[in-house]
């Protein structure tokens, strides 16, 4: 069951109207790696969790934590389209409110179909898409994607940061940098908890090392010109989790044969070879 508070987590008032603003804001609420998404992704996960108490736990405190942020980024996109378009627009504005949108950089959308307020989008007007999230259930794996949607939704937002002198939108997006920064620490920390446990950092921990190739479970191959890869710690001394030793290959080794094709049924109408 979820609660609603009617006061959001953080205050999300800009000091003035900004319709370009907000369609750049956008992305941070239906992107890829806007809030929608690790809303529903931490709260599948939540959902689907059958390992630790401690684990759904925190899945529920982030997810619902997320909600918040949905709404505080849908409270700041309605009062950035508040008056919108500005006031060189609005002879404009009275005629033809669709075109005024478009010549202030306004997505017309949010005043055609959302009428002033966010939409479940991108920046660009795609839709939001569950194929953006992860829930696997293993917590290893999952907490990796986790870690990378906190890292990849952070650098979102410091961009979006830079792009605007609106003091109250600096000061909610600085709320929502602090929390991914320890968003992302605490990924990290459930991530290397459950190495620790496992005993391994290679998901999935149970599947027996015997059924793989071991023979190049831990090669680098070059497979680009120059070797400057051979360079990092992937390359050289003990493997990351305990059990091998990396080496760099400095010309790929060939395993196969060249695949030679039989001929696709007549009725397929394939492209015969030369002489069938």
């Given at each position: 069951m979820f609660y609603h508070i009617k006061e959001l987590q953080y205050e999300a008032k800009p000091s003035k109207p900004d319709p370009l603003y907000a369609k750049k804001l956008q992305e941070v609420l239906g992107g890829q790696y806007g809030e929608i998404s690790v809303m529903m992704q931490y709260l599948f996960q939540g959902f689907n969790c059958r390992a630790d108490q401690k684990y759904r736990d925190l899945l529920f405190d982030i997810g619902t934590e997320e909600i918040g942020h949905v709404e505080m980024l849908a409270t700041m996109i309605a009062r950035l389209l508040d008056k919108a378009p500005v006031k060189e627009q609005e002879q404009a504005y009275q005629s033809d409110p669709a075109l005024a949108a478009v010549m202030g950089g306004m997505n017309p959308q949010h005043a055609i179909v959302a009428g002033l307020g966010a939409m479940a989008?991108?920046?660009q007007g795609y839709?939001?898409?569950?194929?953006y999230i992860i829930a696997s259930g293993n917590l290893m794996a999952d907490f990796r994607a986790n870690l990378n949607?906190?890292?990849q939704g952070r650098l979102q937002v410091t961009r979006l940061y830079e792009m605007t002198d609106d003091r109250g939108v600096k000061d909610m997006l600085s709320f929502l940098i602090a929390r991914d920064t320890y968003h992302q620490n605490m990924w990290l920390a459930a991530i290397k908890e459950l190495e620790?446990?496992?005993g391994d950092v290679v998901v999935p921990t149970t599947f027996p090392r015997s059924l793989e190739k071991q023979q190049v479970s831990y090669d680098l191959f070059n497979f680009s010109r120059g070797e400057e890869s051979k360079q990092g710690r992937w390359a050289h001394g003990r493997s990351m989790d305990g059990k091998g030793e990396f080496r760099y290959i400095s010309a790929?080794?060939?395993f196969g044969s060249a695949p030679k094709l039989k001929p696709a049924p007549k009725e397929l109408f394939n492209t015969p070879k030369k002489g069938e």
């Amino acid at each position: 069951m979820f609660y609603h508070i009617k006061e959001l987590q953080y205050e999300a008032k800009p000091s003035k109207p900004d319709p370009l603003y907000a369609k750049k804001l956008q992305e941070v609420l239906g992107g890829q790696y806007g809030e929608i998404s690790v809303m529903m992704q931490y709260l599948f996960q939540g959902f689907n969790c059958r390992a630790d108490q401690k684990y759904r736990d925190l899945l529920f405190d982030i997810g619902t934590e997320e909600i918040g942020h949905v709404e505080m980024l849908a409270t700041m996109i309605a009062r950035l389209l508040d008056k919108a378009p500005v006031k060189e627009q609005e002879q404009a504005y009275q005629s033809d409110p669709a075109l005024a949108a478009v010549m202030g950089g306004m997505n017309p959308q949010h005043a055609i179909v959302a009428g002033l307020g966010a939409m479940a989008a991108d920046s660009q007007g795609y839709p939001w898409n569950a194929k953006y999230i992860i829930a696997s259930g293993n917590l290893m794996a999952d907490f990796r994607a986790n870690l990378n949607a906190e890292s990849q939704g952070r650098l979102q937002v410091t961009r979006l940061y830079e792009m605007t002198d609106d003091r109250g939108v600096k000061d909610m997006l600085s709320f929502l940098i602090a929390r991914d920064t320890y968003h992302q620490n605490m990924w990290l920390a459930a991530i290397k908890e459950l190495e620790e446990r496992e005993g391994d950092v290679v998901v999935p921990t149970t599947f027996p090392r015997s059924l793989e190739k071991q023979q190049v479970s831990y090669d680098l191959f070059n497979f680009s010109r120059g070797e400057e890869s051979k360079q990092g710690r992937w390359a050289h001394g003990r493997s990351m989790d305990g059990k091998g030793e990396f080496r760099y290959i400095s010309a790929p080794v060939v395993f196969g044969s060249a695949p030679k094709l039989k001929p696709a049924p007549k009725e397929l109408f394939n492209t015969p070879k030369k002489g069938e």
